[in-house]
């Protein structure tokens, strides 16, 4: 049964470092909420470090121009590592080949133009129209704004029939942007499985962006092996996938599931919550109404 605790402070002692969510965590998409950033500050001034463990599908620099926008302090976190990370070097290596179809926003071009240094000497990549695709890289739909994973159906038939794989840079189903909600390139990855085609996980919960995640933090903080405590509003990205690394997890209520814990965002009722979580088998170490 997890335990509802009141405020990172309560527990922050017992870890090295976090790998915290941003979306529904941090900030909403458009605003960072106050008291999550102050939480991390503390944490770091304590000696804690801080990895920011997004199922964003850009590469980690575009993330944090994205935080400096929204008016982030860089003195909240460490490092950031993306799903969009994972997923490009996955790309890069060639999971799906070398010429592909890339369903995503014009926002995500940096996941094929910002090339890693050690990547610096592999094969070209080539975005090219579906008919000529040797794979698919899903960013998120075109216009996240206004469609829905429907709209691909006869795309994804095409591309089923022909063999070809889906490289998911972002498992996430959908986020709220703001007040809106909207569907992420997971949701269009699940619809293509559902179909009969072959998806390709990188981020949030898969192992590769766990494991990347350890790697950098390793190499640029010097914490290695680290007591590591994932906190996040994902029950089935942030919670399954502490849980398959056998990793403590601060699971936020207030997120995308809010209204499900009753009518106080940061008092979740315990017994809906414990309904709620036995009933997606899941058992996150502790659970907090926002990151505080």
Not at 105 to 125: R, V
Not at 264 to 270: F, I, N, R, T
């Amino acid at each position: 049964m997890t335990r509802i605790i009141s405020s990172l402070a309560d527990i922050g002692t017992n870890y090295d470092a976090l790998l915290c969510d941003l979306w529904g965590c941090l900030h909403n998409g458009v605003t960072p909420y106050p008291a999550a950033i102050a939480a991390l500050q503390a944490y770091r001034a304590g000696g804690g470090k801080v990895v920011l463990l997004t199922n964003a599908p850009r590469p980690n620099p575009y993330v944090i121009a994205g935080l400096d926008r929204m008016g982030v302090p860089r003195d909240a976190w460490d490092l950031v590592v993306s799903s969009g990370d994972a997923a490009q070097d996955a790309m890069l290596a060639g999971a799906v080949g070398r010429k592909v179809w890339h369903l995503g926003p014009q926002k995500d071009d940096g996941f094929f133009t910002d090339i890693p240094a050690a990547w610096a000497d592999a094969p070209a990549i080539e975005r090219v129209p579906l008919a000529e695709a040797e794979g698919i890289v899903c960013t998120g739909p075109f216009d996240e704004t206004t469609e829905v994973p429907e709209d691909y159906r006869a795309r994804f038939l095409d591309a089923k029939t022909r063999g070809l794989k889906l490289l998911c840079a972002n498992p996430d189903i959908v986020v709220d942007l703001g007040e809106s909600r909207i569907y992420c390139a997971g949701a269009l990855a699940e619809l293509y499985a559902d179909m009969g085609g072959e998806s390709l996980y990188f981020g949030k919960p898969h192992p590769p962006i766990y494991d990347l995640a350890r790697r950098r933090l390793a190499a640029e903080t010097g914490v290695d092996s680290p007591r590591l405590l994932a906190i996040g509003d994902g029950v089935m990205t942030d919670v399954a996938g502490a849980a398959g690394e056998g990793i403590d997890c601060l699971f936020v209520t207030g997120g995308l599931a809010a209204a499900q814990f009753g009518d106080d965002v940061e008092a979740p009722h315990a017994a809906l919550l414990d309904s709620w979580l036995q009933a997606r088998l899941q058992d996150p170490t502790y659970s907090i109404g926002r990151l505080r």
